[in-house]
């Protein structure tokens, strides 16, 4: 079975700092870019970040930009987003995805994985 799996994810406060992974499993996707995105209880699923498959290329959103860090280890086949000076509103399911592209859009990435809930208390 094809899979994504996030890990990481937890309760922290206001100010303090998670950091996610998201290791591939039944195939690899090296050569895949990799995406996070997030959904926020009642509200869409929103891009975080994304990084090509040589990790030359990286993207975020505005609202995380100089706060989370989108990295990979293509040997282990592992992308990782490190989220430093975290807000309540941060607080979501995080998600990782694979795709052909490296994009902020959601309905561009093939794989996704099942998803990892951070909780930012104020």
């Known amino acids: 079975q094809v899979q994504l799996v996030e890990s990481g994810g937890g309760l922290v406060q206001a100010g303090g700092s998670l950091g996610l992974s998201c290791a591939a499993s039944?195939?690899?996707?090296?050569?895949?870019?990799k995406g996070w995105f997030r959904q926020a209880p009642g509200k869409e699923r929103d891009f975080v970040a994304a990084?090509?498959?040589?990790?030359?290329?990286?993207y975020y959103a505005d609202s995380v930009k100089g706060r989370f860090t989108i990295s990979r280890d293509n040997a282990n086949d592992t992308v990782y987003l490190q989220m430093n000076s975290l807000k309540p509103e941060d607080t979501a399911v995080y998600y990782c995805?694979?795709?052909?592209?490296?994009?902020?859009?959601?309905?561009?990435?093939?794989?996704w994985g099942q998803g990892t809930q951070v909780t930012v208390s104020s």
């Open positions: 039944g195939r690899t996707f090296s050569s895949y870019a």
């Open positions: 995805a694979a795709g052909e592209v490296v994009t902020t859009l959601g309905y561009e990435y093939d794989y």
């Open positions: 990084i090509s498959w040589s990790g030359g290329t990286t």
